[in-house]
């Protein structure tokens, strides 16, 4: 078993409505009302509502409204060391530029993370053990979740146009900063994606099993480069700082018409390059599409407004655009391998398959187009230059 494999054997803890309410009281002065857990792929999240129980630290002092707060219990692996720590550092310098993040809330003991011990399978046969797990408790932020909703170019343009402003923030600030740590070993990191070969084997089907080898494969070739030299593709690309994972549970909209109105979950924000984010929104808004209709092509309705939004804030050149079809493609096959491995882990956590059903999806991009990838990236740059003919 690789070591990557033995992290996925560290889930989530186990933890009850009754214990995360417990948890409020004990860490937050906060009465829960109302309990309500979230979906999640390896964590706990819960939508807690309510009062807090006098004043006893400035956190409670300044947050009498709103009254309902996402509680979080990080997962053991996730939970080690300071990375939590300095994910509250990035939201906090992205909401005080007024960009749309959750603040973190402090416990009555003046701390941002707190680490309570829990109990937590040890592995597939059932075996419990006790392992501290980080417990956050973040302000709510109003919206639904972008897969929820019908998209329209414009949702799509305000959306990718956000994503762009909150990584050329992140770039500006914490790119150079040596005491912003970073997920970059991250299985989730498309900088990981060579990885995928240790999990290919629990993809159902020798096609499908081929294909993510075959797009691993020319990942390696465009991207990676041989060892210890940056390949032509990355020479030419953006160095960022990225949020890492803008899905479509992450991205928040709401209005009418709706429009962007929040970013969750930060654990995968990263140093690697900015194509990435536009590639990532760009897989998930397609996977998104094509549940809505399949018998169309999703990519004619995201790509143009993805582009023309993200790059409006965060300017990329044409020489890494014309790359997004092989990065959307990669982005496909991490997210359906290591599904389908975390699956075979937690058999009762559907959400893990949430993308198991873009199987077709990719099969269209990756099948049709993989000798021609470069051209369809140069057509999908055309595309979000005519505007009016993609809406």
């Not at 707190?114 to 046969?125: F, V």
């Not at 980080?134 to 329209?152: F, K």
């Not at 599409?289 to 990329?316: H, N």
Request: aromatic share 8%.
């Amino acid at each position: 078993m690789t070591e990557e494999q033995q992290h996925f054997e560290i889930i989530r803890p186990l933890v009850t409505r009754e214990q995360a309410v417990k948890l409020c009281q004990e860490l937050y002065n906060f009465n829960a009302v109302t309990c309500k857990e979230l979906v999640s792929y390896d964590d706990r999240n819960f939508l807690v509502t309510g009062n807090f129980i006098g004043n006893t630290s400035d956190s409670v002092e300044t947050a009498q409204e709103p009254h309902s707060f996402v509680l979080k219990i990080a997962n053991s692996l996730e939970s080690q060391g300071d990375i939590l720590e300095q994910q509250c550092r990035l939201m906090q310098s992205l909401s005080e530029a007024g960009l749309k993040v959750q603040s973190v809330m402090k416990t009555v003991s003046g701390t941002i993370v707190d680490k309570k011990l829990l109990t937590t399978p040890a592995d597939s046969s059932g075996r419990m053990v006790d392992r501290r797990h980080a417990v956050r408790m973040l302000t709510y932020l109003p919206g639904v979740p972008l897969g929820e909703l019908p998209l329209t170019a414009d949702m799509l343009e305000s959306v990718a146009k956000e994503i762009g402003r909150v990584d050329w923030h992140l770039t500006r600030h914490f790119l150079t900063d040596p005491g912003a740590n970073a997920a970059e070993l991250n299985l989730w990191s498309l900088l990981s994606a060579p990885k995928l070969v240790d999990f290919v084997q629990y993809v159902h089907g020798e096609a499908r099993q081929r294909m993510v080898r075959e797009i691993v494969a020319q990942f390696n070739s465009v991207v990676v480069g041989a060892a210890g030299a940056k390949s032509e593709a990355t020479a030419q690309f953006t160095k960022a700082f990225i949020h890492g994972d803008p899905n479509e549970s992450n991205i928040l909209v709401d209005g009418n018409p709706p429009v962007f109105s929040g970013l969750l979950d930060w654990q995968d924000s990263h140093r690697a390059y900015a194509v990435f984010d536009l590639a990532l929104l760009i897989m998930y808004t397609s996977f998104v599409q094509a549940k809505t209709d399949p018998t169309v092509d999703p990519f004619r309705l995201v790509v143009p407004p993805l582009i023309r939004g993200y790059t409006s804030e965060f300017k990329l050149a044409e020489s890494e655009l014309r790359h997004l079809p092989l990065l959307v493609a990669t982005r496909f096959a991490q997210s359906l391998t290591l599904g389908a491995y975390s699956y075979a882990r937690d058999p009762g956590n559907d959400y893990l398959l949430t993308t198991a059903c873009s199987w077709s999806t990719l099969d269209r991009l990756w099948n049709g187009h993989k000798n021609r990838l470069e051209q369809l990236g140069c057509e999908w740059l055309e595309m979000s230059r005519a505007p009016e003919q993609y809406k």
